[in-house]
Structure formats: C-alpha cells, structure tokens
C-alpha cells in the first residue's frame, strides 16, 4: 500500500510540472490552439485594437497577455448587447469566453454566472455551427470545474454530467472525443471525492481509452506537443484509475495502473 502511495504522489508531482504550463481543452476549446495556431475563419474577422475573439482560445492568449479584465468586461458588453439584439448564438459565445477568462482569473462566482448563462444562450440559440457546440460542451467543464473549486461537489458533477451527454448526442470525431475524455475525468474526480469509487473507476478507464485513442489517430509526423498533451491526460486518467483501484481495495490492479502512468509520464 505504501508503494502505490508513493507511485501515485509521484504521478501527481508529474501531473502538476505538465499542467501548470498548459491550459486543458476545455479552457482553449477542443483543439487546444493558442492565437498562433488557430485556423482563420473567414465569417469571423479577426478582432480589431481593443476587442477579443470570442472564443476560449482568445480569452485564455488575453489573460496571459495581462489583459483579462479588460476582455472579461468586453465580453460581457459584447453579450448583453448581442442578447438584446436577438443574437443568441453571438451572446452565448461571448458569454462562453467570459467564463474562461473569468475561470482563468480565478473569479470562480463570476466564472459560474458567465457559464450559466451562456448554457441557457446556447440552448436557445439556433443554427449552432460544430464549433459554437464544441464551445457549449467547453463551458460545463468549465462550470463543473468551478463548482469544485468552490466545494458543490453535486452541481459538479451535474455539469460534467450534462457536458458528456451534450457531447454524445451532438458531437462527434477524434477533436470531440478528447474534449468527452476531459469530462469524463473531471467527472471522476468528483466522484471519487464523493467516495462513489466505481463509478470513478468506470469514467477514469473510459477517459483513458479516449485519450490513447486520440494519440494512436495522430499520424506518425504530427505534434509532439499534441502527442505530449494527450500522454498528459491519459495519466491523468490512469492516476484517476489507480487512485480508484486502491480505495477499492485492489493494490495489484491500482500498481499496474499507476505503472502505466509512469512509462507514460
């Protein structure tokens, strides 16, 4: 029991040098890009001095940039004035962006407004493109991950509930599938903290599988940062995993699972 311990504590050491360097997906959205990296859409021009894209990408590049506020407050002008202007689509995705920066500048009570309020924009917003789903999956991980930090530990869970059935029924592909496995760990996070064990067990095996997945589709030249992101959450998964196992009772499966973890790691 002790070895695990140590082989579990070791891997949450890992786990925080990886993290502290790079936001989840469900912070940057589902492909993870940084303002270098995302593709030009051409029905959304690029922000002129003072604005912000509305997306979590751009509301994350903000804050690091030392500009959150500034953005947090923009979005929130940009959706009240969409919302009255019967724009719903364009009112929950700045919505969405306000909950990341929010999230991100830790104003978890501000984050959980923004977020509430953009999933009840998205619900009544038609003509939502793959992305503006991708968004609205994005935004109850970050409204389960707010509900944590702030110990509602029930509304948690509900949201990363919510996230993954809104992603099984509207999403699909290798990107949706990654952004699915981070809610399925979040989820299992709150319900190992709920002492719900096995089903902590069952969300952090399937986050595992999405994440090893996503990595075995990435062709043998892609990213190494896209390869080592999804190592990253497949450990995280296999922590999950492990963690599960010993409060079950199961040194031997909880071992092999944080030994996978590690070759990974």
Aim: no cysteine; hydrophobic share 40%; proline share 3%.
């Amino acid at each position: 029991m002790r070895a695990h311990q140590v082989l579990a504590a070791l891997l949450v050491g890992l786990l925080v040098v990886g993290v502290l360097g790079s936001p989840a997906p469900a912070q940057r959205g589902l492909g993870g890009k940084g303002r270098h990296q995302r593709q030009s859409d051409p029905a959304r021009p690029e922000p002129a001095a003072g604005e912000y894209g509305l997306d979590g990408a751009s509301a994350v590049d903000a804050v690091d940039r030392g500009e959150g506020q500034q953005a947090l407050d923009y979005y929130e002008r940009v959706a009240r004035a969409a919302e009255a202007q019967g724009d719903l689509g364009r009112a929950a995705r700045a919505e969405q962006a306000a909950t990341t920066a929010a999230r991100r500048l830790g104003r978890y009570q501000r984050a959980i407004q923004s977020g509430r309020r953009a999933v009840g924009l998205f619900r009544r917003a038609t003509g939502l493109s793959v992305q503006d789903l991708g968004s609205w999956v994005s935004t109850y991980g970050h409204l389960g991950a707010a509900y944590r930090t702030v110990g509602d530990l029930p509304r948690a869970r509900q949201m990363f509930e919510e996230g993954i059935e809104l992603s099984r029924t509207r999403l699909s592909g290798r990107r949706e599938e990654q952004a699915e496995g981070y809610l399925l760990n979040g989820l299992a996070r709150i319900t190992y903290a709920q002492h719900d064990y096995q089903t902590a067990l069952a969300r952090s095996a399937e986050a595992a599988r999405f994440f090893e997945s996503a990595e075995s589709h990435l062709p043998a030249k892609g990213s190494e940062r896209a390869r080592a992101k999804l190592r990253r959450w497949t450990v995280e998964s296999l922590l999950g995993l492990g963690r599960a196992e010993l409060a079950l009772d199961h040194p031997a499966k909880a071992g092999a699972a944080f030994d996978r973890g590690l070759k990974l790691a």
